[in-house]
T-cell receptor
C-alpha cells in the first residue's frame, strides 16, 4: 500500500543551524511528492513540490527514486520556520496522502 | 481568489443531530477533497470528488455523506455521529493540469467539530 513515513515527530535546532526533515515513501510508479507546512493558527499550505525543483523560503527537497526519499533541507534555520511539516504523496490524478508530520522548533 | 472557504468554523452537535459542513472555492478547480484531522495527527483522506463525481471513498462510515452540488461547492452531511468523530474537518481543492499532474491542493481553515 502507498505510504509516507516521517520518522521524526519533533526536530529541535538553534537558529542558523542546518535542518533536514526526512521523508520516505512507498509507491512503485511515478509519484508526485510535496512538502506542506502548517504554521501556528494558519491553514495547511504548500511549501514545495518535487516537479518544480525550486527553493522556497530557503528550503529545497530532492526526489531520490532509488532511496524512495524526499527529504526537506535548509542550510540555515530561522525562528519563523517553526511549524508542522507534512510530506505528501500523490498518484493517479486524485489521491493525496500525508505523512505523520514533523514539528520543527527553531530556538533563538 | 485563491481561497477555500469552509463554514462553519466551529460546530457542536449531539449524537442524534443532522448537520452539514460546507466548502466553497472559486478557483475553477475540479477536484475537491474532505480530510479528517485529529489533534496532533496528519490529515486523513475521506473523500475525493473529481469533476463533481465521487472518485474516492476511503471506507468512511455512512454517517458521513458527501455531496458535490456543483464545481464550486462541496458539502459533508453528518448524521448520528459518535464522540470519536470529533475532529477538524478540512476541505481542499486542486486541478489536474494534464499528463497526470495537478496543481497544488489548497486547503480551507477547517471546521472544528465536537460531538457531544
Amino acid at each position: 500500500a502507498q505510504r509516507v513515513t516521517q520518522p521524526e515527530k519533533l526536530l529541535s535546532v538553534f537558529k542558523g543551524a542546518p535542518v533536514e526533515l526526512k521523508c520516505n515513501y512507498s509507491y512503485s510508479g511515478s509519484p508526485e511528492l510535496f512538502w506542506y507546512v502548517q504554521y501556528s493558527r494558519q491553514r495547511l499550505q504548500l511549501l514545495l513540490r518535487h516537479i518544480s525543483r525550486e527553493s522556497i523560503k530557503g528550503f529545497t527537497a530532492d526526489l531520490n527514486k532509488g532511496e524512495t526519499s524526499f527529504h526537506l533541507k535548509k542550510p540555515f534555520a530561522q525562528e519563523e520556520d517553526s511549524a508542522m511539516y507534512y510530506c505528501a504523496l500523490s498518484w493517479g490524478t486524485d489521491k493525496l496522502i500525508f505523512g505523520t508530520g514533523t514539528r520543527l522548533q527553531v530556538f533563538p | 481568489d485563491t481561497e477555500v472557504t469552509q463554514t462553519p468554523k466551529h460546530l457542536v452537535m449531539g449524537m442524534t443531530n443532522k448537520k452539514s459542513l460546507k466548502c466553497e472555492q472559486h478557483m475553477g478547480h475540479r477536484a475537491m477533497y474532505w480530510y479528517k484531522q485529529k489533534a496532533k495527527k496528519p490529515p486523513e483522506l475521506m473523500f475525493v470528488y473529481s469533476y463533481e463525481k465521487l472518485s474516492i471513498n476511503e471506507s468512511v462510515p455512512s454517517r458521513f455523506s458527501p455531496e458535490c452540488p456543483n464545481s464550486s461547492l462541496l458539502n459533508l452531511h453528518l448524521h448520528a455521529l459518535q464522540p470519536e468523530d470529533s475532529a477538524l474537518y478540512l476541505c481542499a481543492s486542486s486541478h489536474p493540469t494534464g499528463r497526470g499532474a495537478r496543481t497544488e491542493a489548497f486547503f480551507g481553515q477547517g471546521t472544528r467539530l465536537t460531538v457531544v
